[in-house]
């Protein structure tokens, strides 16, 4: 596998690092190719602030000064990919990859940092928004920002999709307005941090399909309506189950009761992902299979405990798991319950 690897970072441009160091040096070029490879993750080792200033889209942001920086990146990052590094120059950067490739990572450092990145005239970002790109059946991209909480934007062969889209949530705010305008918008249910009648206005235009379910649909007073076990084809290759979502454990049952609100599987052009919503380790997840993507909510007392959303995990087996809908809740453990089950567990700001 190492073998393979320095041939394909040979054959895209890149060489070894000097001396007895551990990882891979690129140029612009060179790490321009890789990171559209799959399988490879693109990490930002600089500070927030220099973060937010214009990032390579979809990086990740760990800052490699902070003391927790090792113990944050082991619980963002999957040693079976492939990790793409950089600072403002590069000397950052090689002594982060320098770091985790100790940790058994294989890492390319970009060398000149994104000085030359810039320099070469590609393209940064002051998203602060975190993407994660998957691929599709037939090769299709399909992208997934992380907004906030429940609230998840996903981008498909130029169709636009929103996912309990809120325009506040404590003191983060997202202003759609400046969104393109969605062509499917779904929402689980009606709490405030999932069901938000500015957000929708924001984001809706002729050509828009809102999918609900039964409460909020009358709230609104339209859209289309779907309750548990109801399926539906919104496109020819998008096609969308609404599933169970609710409470099991006594004194929580008032939050999310039976039968009321969805999860939903959407399937897009073979790619099956599961949006949870609210519920915590119902039953029904024991028949919901071939899971490619899974958001998993997790905290008590409104949806699950970390222990109960890696037994849901291990009930969807899902090929990749975002928990989200966190809030508070310390989920950096929940790779390390899953690491033997064959599920990659990837942590973003879904707090």
């Known amino acids: 596998m190492r073998h393979f690897l320095t041939c394909l970072l040979a054959s895209l441009g890149l060489a070894s690092a000097c001396g007895q160091q551990n990882f891979e040096n690129a140029d612009v070029e060179g790490f321009s190719s890789l990171i559209d490879e799959p399988g490879v993750v693109v990490l930002d080792v600089r500070t927030p ?3 937010a200033e214009g990032h390579i889209t979809g990086a990740l942001n760990i800052d490699q000064g902070e003391d927790d920086f090792l113990e944050k990146a082991k619980a963002a990052l999957n040693r079976d990919k492939t990790v793409a590094v950089y600072c403002r120059s590069g000397r950052r950067s090689s002594s982060a990859a320098g770091r985790l490739a100790v940790e058994g990572y294989r890492c390319v450092n970009l060398k000149g940092g994104i000085v030359a990145w810039r320099d070469a005239q590609k393209p940064v970002t002051t998203s602060t928004y975190e993407v994660d790109v998957f691929k599709t059946k037939s090769g299709k991209t399909v992208k997934f920002h992380a907004l906030v909480h429940a609230s998840i934007r996903m981008e498909y062969d130029g169709k636009e999709i929103e996912i309990d889209p809120v325009t506040k949530l404590g003191n983060r705010t997202i202003n759609y307005s ?10 689980t249910h009606e709490h405030g941090d999932h069901f938000d009648k500015e957000a929708i206005k924001a984001l809706t235009a002729d050509k828009t399909v809102l999918v609900t379910n039964k409460r909020c ?3 609104l007073g339209y859209g289309q309506v779907m309750g548990n076990g109801d399926e539906t084809k919104i496109s020819d290759d998008i096609t969308v189950v609404a599933v169970p979502a609710y409470n099991t454990t006594e004194g ?3 939050f999310h009761p039976k039968g009321r609100d969805n999860g939903y599987i959407i399937t897009v052009d073979g790619l099956k992902i599961y949006v949870a919503g609210d519920t915590e380790d119902i039953p029904e997840m024991n028949s919901i ?3 490619d993507v899974a958001f998993l909510p997790c905290n008590q007392p409104f949806t699950m405990t970390t222990d109960q959303l890696v037994g849901a995990a291990r009930m969807v087996k899902p090929k990749v798991l975002f928990p989200y809908h966190y809030g508070q ?4 453990g929940i790779a390390a319950q899953l690491k033997d089950d064959g599920i990659e567990v990837r942590i973003r700001h879904y707090e």
Do not use: N, R
């Open 49 to 51: 602030k220099e973060y």
């Open 178 to 187: 400046a969104f393109p305008k969605a062509d499917y918008i779904f929402v």
């Open 217 to 219: 649909g009358d709230m």
């Open 252 to 254: 929580h049952l008032q």
């Open 289 to 291: 299979k071939d899971i």
């Open 329 to 332: 809740t310390d989920v950096s």
